[in-house]
T-cell receptor, first 111, second 113 residues
Framework: EDQVTQSPEALRLQEGESSSLNCSYT??????LFWYRQDPGKGPEFLFTLYSAGEEKEKERLKATLTKKESFLHITAPKPEDSATYLCAVQAGTGRRALTFGSGTRLQVQP | ETGVTQTPRHLVMGMTNKKSLKCEQHLGHNAMYWYKQSAKKPLELMFV???????ENNSVPSRFSPECPNSSHLFLHLHTLQPEDSALYLCASSQNSGSYEQYFGPGTRLTVT
């Protein structure tokens, strides 16, 4: 059974204080690992797809990396507008289209 | 309209009511999904449609009935729901092949009284 575990559950940072969010996964042949951002009361917003170990992707203050067992979302010099819940999801290479999501990390960046 | 839209955004219904949620995608995708998001739980996949054909059904109770009349529209028909069905219902779409990046709508906040 595919599993995704995100840590920490919640994270409070000061503006400019860099940190990383973790996503550990167990999947039958990884087809893709996805990061989403979700603001309260809204649908998840797609951020990145990672396909293979060693891959990295960046977008503004966010950088996602992937190993064979986990992915990290690094946040450099965060701003209050980065406050949101960050979701990690995996897709197995078994032909299923479904994504298995983690419970998310709730990030709060204080000015 | 762009992306994935959902209506209504908020819905309050009694346990004996019948209502429908609507989703429309403007991305030219071929696959559409219904997810349920309850407080402090991961998103739960409910249904997957590919080219208007249901390809996955994740053991969802029959009081939830999906309908996909074409590749741009998806409905979720609701009847005799329970209070524990109160949640955020999210629709998503993706291309049918290659990368399965899913794009989500804003969701319908459903409250069952």
């Amino acid at each position: 059974e595919d599993q995704v575990t995100q840590s920490p559950e919640a994270l409070r940072l000061q503006e400019g204080e860099s940190s990383s969010l973790n996503c550990s996964y167990t999947v039958s042949g990884l087809r893709g690992l996805f990061w989403y951002r979700q603001d309260p009361g809204k649908g998840p917003e797609f951020l990145f797809t990672l396909y293979s170990a060693g891959e990295e992707k960046e977008k503004e203050r966010l950088k996602a990396t992937l190993t064979k067992k986990e992915s990290f979302l690094h946040i450099t010099a965060p701003k209050p507008e980065d406050s949101a819940t960050y979701l990690c999801a995996v897709q197995a290479g078994t032909g299923r289209r479904a994504l298995t999501f983690g419970s998310g990390t709730r990030l709060q960046v204080q000015p | 309209e762009t992306g994935v839209t959902q209506t209504p955004r908020h819905l309050v219904m009694g346990m004996t009511n019948k209502k429908s949620l609507k989703c429309e995608q403007h991305l030219g995708h071929n696959a559409m999904y219904w997810y349920k998001q309850s407080a402090k739980k991961p998103l739960e996949l409910m249904f997957v449609y590919s080219l208007e054909e249901r390809v996955e059904n994740n053991s969802v109770p029959s009081r939830f009935s999906p309908e996909c009349p074409n590749s741009s529209h998806l409905f979720l028909h609701l009847h005799t729901l329970q209070p524990e069905d109160s949640a955020l219902y999210l629709c998503a779409s993706s291309q049918n092949s290659g990368s399965y990046e899913q794009y989500f709508g804003p969701g319908t906040r459903l409250t069952v009284t």
